[in-house]
Nanobody, 122 residues
Framework: QVQLVESGGGLVQAGGSLRLSCAASGRTFSGYTMGWFRQAPGKEREFVGSIRWSDGTTYYTDSLKGRFTISGDKTKSTVYLQMNSLKPEDTAVYYC???????????????WGQGTQVTVSS
């Protein structure tokens, strides 16, 4: 049974940083692309970025480049989302996702995590 479990969310002041983690289990993810999405209140879920598990290649949505960084630790089967210079508009539920194949933008994931809340206060 595949599980993606996010952690690390919370409340942070504007300008601060948070690191989210996504622990993946239940199968081998070597042929997968792992990604992060977020959904703000009243808005559609949007793609944040991705990392190819095989070679660590990352891809980010243009608006978040430079502030958000995705990395992975194969020994822990964990993917991270480092978020810096956070803004109130970054407030959202952040979801981890996995897609079979080597892609840049994930459109329809094969697996989702349950999400973790990030709240940025002004």
């Amino acid at each position: 049974q595949v599980q993606l479990v996010e952690s690390g969310g919370g409340l942070v002041q504007a300008g601060g940083s948070l690191r989210l983690s996504c622990a993946a289990s239940g199968r081998t993810f070597s042929g997968y692309t792992m990604g992060w999405f977020r959904q703000a209140p009243g808005k559609e879920r949007e793609f944040v970025g991705s990392i190819r598990w095989s070679d660590g290649t990352t891809y980010y949505t243009d608006s978040l480049k430079g502030r958000f960084t995705i990395s992975g630790d194969k020994t822990k089967s964990t993917v991270y989302l480092q978020m810096n210079s956070l803004k109130p508009e970054d407030t959202a539920v952040y979801y981890c996702a996995a897609k079979l194949g080597l892609v840049a933008t994930i459109t329809v994931p094969d697996y989702w995590g349950q999400g973790t809340q990030v709240t940025v206060s002004s």
